[in-house]
């Protein structure tokens, strides 16, 4: 069984368009985040959710809106889509967000706008 | 905010070869985690430290906690094709909130 699963893997759209990733794991872990991962393989946080509360919220355009309607699901909205939001976007997972448990991450979402 | 710098960016070495890549930080951290990145999948842990000093194996692959606190290496010993992939170093502090500061990881290429 996948710890932590997204969906889709793959997702190619236009400029302008709305999108939305999904995430579920099975772990039942407290704490989950997503992550963007650029062209030169920089991984950034943008958002982590403990017992479906928003704890971290770095500096992210507000067109990316996080949901989470249960811990174990947190799924990333985003609205307009623009060129430089191609990447890979990974959701991870950790037991507690003080930092002294790993993160188990999903296998990436690779979203390219054209 | 707290950043790490991870070197070397890349390297390409022979199978066989040990490798050895190091995280360093310009403010001390309570946890140091290595993670490998397989092409197409997401991060895995290889390696934690939680204590200055520490020095903690796993199969071919060595890691310590500084003892500054500012710093961490990763070795791998007799290098295997399959140890190709993306490594990075993550720190964090307990006053972060849970926020893993990632390092910019280094791409390793092993040619048979």
């Known amino acids: 069984d996948t710890a932590v699963s997204q969906t889709p893997k793959y997702l190619v759209t236009q400029m302008g368009n709305d999108k939305s990733i999904k995430c579920e794991q099975n772990l039942g872990h407290d704490t989950m985040y997503w992550y963007k991962q650029d062209s030169k393989k920089f991984l950034k946080i943008m958002f982590s959710?403990?017992?479906?509360?928003?704890?971290i919220n770095e500096t992210v355009p507000n067109r990316f809106s996080p949901k989470s309607p249960d811990k174990a699901h947190l799924n990333l909205h985003i609205n307009s889509l623009e060129l430089g939001d191609s990447a890979v976007y990974f959701c991870?997972?950790?037991?507690?967000?003080?930092?002294?448990?790993?993160?188990?991450f999903g296998p990436g979402t690779r979203l390219l706008v054209l | 905010g707290q950043q790490l710098n991870q070197s070397p960016q890349s390297m390409f070495i022979q199978e066989g070869e040990d490798v050895s890549m190091n995280c360093t930080s310009s403010?001390?951290?309570?946890?140091w985690l290595w993670y490998k990145q397989d092409p197409g999948e997401g991060p895995v842990l290889l390696i934690a430290?939680?204590?200055?000093?520490e020095l903690t194996s796993n199969g071919r692959l060595t890691a310590q906690f500084g003892i500054t606190r500012k710093d961490s290496f990763l070795n791998i010993s007799a290098s295997i094709p399959s140890d190709v992939g993306i490594y990075f170093c993550?720190?964090?502090?307990?006053?972060?909130?849970?926020?893993?500061?990632f390092g910019d990881g280094t791409t390793l290429t092993v040619k048979p």
């Open positions: 993550a720190g964090y502090y307990n006053t972060n909130a849970g926020k893993s500061t």
């Open positions: 991870a997972s950790s037991q507690d967000p003080t930092g002294t448990h790993t993160q188990y």
């Open positions: 430290l939680y204590k200055a000093g």
């Open positions: 403010s001390i951290f309570n946890t």
């Open positions: 959710y403990n017992n479906k509360e928003l704890i």
